[in-house]
C-alpha cells in the first residue's frame, strides 16, 4: 500500500467516526438534514443501518438526494417541512468560534439554506479540517454564469484571486468562483460583502450560520467542540 493511500485510508476512518458519532443527535422519527461530501456520505451510510430512526430526510443536494435514496430513506423538500430539528454536514475548514468555510462539493447554497432553517447543525470533520482562523482554504462562490466576469472583478478588488470551477455546474444551473487570499479576519463581515455583489448566489463563509457542535474525528477517538 502506498504512504498516500495509507494517508487516505486514515482520513476516511477519521471521517467515518465522526459521521458516526452523529448518529447521537438523531432522535426517532425526525426529519433529519443531510449535508454532501464524503464524510456526509459515511452520515448517510450510518442513518441507512438505522433507518428506524429517522422518517425523512432534507437533502442539501441532487447528489445527497440520490445517496439516500438509494439507502431507502425517503427524502422531503425544505419547502414542505420548512424546517428540520437537525443538519449533519462536513466542512472545508472550522475556526475555534465553530465558524466555517464549506463548498468543496459546490452545494453550499442548499447546505446554507438548510443548516440556516435548522435548530441543531452539527458539523462532521476529520481533525485536519480545524484551524486557528479561516483562510487556509479558497471560499467558494456560486455565480450566475453571465455575471462571472464582473462578479471576479469585485472579489478581485477585495483582494482575492478568483479561479472558476472548471467543468462544474451546481445543482442551481451556476458556475464556482474559487477565492483565494480574501482576508478573512471578520468572516462575518465577508460573508455579507460577498452575498451583496449582484450575481452572487451564495458563498461559502457559514459565519452567520455557524456550526453548533462540531464532531472532529482523530486517529484515537471523537472530538466535541462547542461555543
Ligand atoms: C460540499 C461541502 C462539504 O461538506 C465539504 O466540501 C467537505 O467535504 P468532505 O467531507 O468531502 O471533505 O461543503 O459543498
Known sequence: MTQGQMKKDALDAMKQAAAEAALEYVRPGMTVGVGTGSTAAYFVAALARRRD???????????????????????????????VPLYVDGADE??????????????????????????L??????????????????????????????????????????????????????????VAGLDLSDPERLEFTIDAIPGVVENGIFA??????V??????????LRI
Open 208 to 213: 452567520r450560520r455557524r456550526a453548533d457542535v
Open 53 to 83: 430512526k429517522i422518517m425523512t430526510a432534507v437533502a442539501s443536494s441532487e447528489a445527497t438526494a440520490a445517496a439516500l435514496r438509494a439507502a431507502g430513506i425517503a427524502v422531503v423538500d425544505l419547502a414542505a417541512v420548512g424546517s
Open 215 to 224: 464532531l472532529a474525528g482523530a486517529a484515537d477517538g471523537v472530538g466535541v
Open 94 to 119: 472550522v475556526d475555534p468560534e465553530l465558524r466555517l468555510i464549506k463548498g468543496g462539493g459546490g452545494a453550499h447554497t442548499r447546505e446554507k439554506a438548510v443548516a440556516t432553517a435548522a435548530g
Open 121 to 178: 447543525f452539527v458539523c462532521i470533520v476529520d481533525e485536519t479540517k480545524l484551524a486557528h482562523r479561516l483562510g487556509g482554504v479558497p471560499v467558494p462562490v456560486e455565480v450566475l454564469p453571465a455575471s462571472a466576469a464582473a462578479v471576479a472583478a469585485r472579489l478581485f478588488a477585495l483582494g482575492g484571486t478568483p479561479a472558476s470551477r472548471t467543468g462544474f455546474v451546481t445543482d442551481g444551473g451556476n458556475v464556482i468562483l474559487d
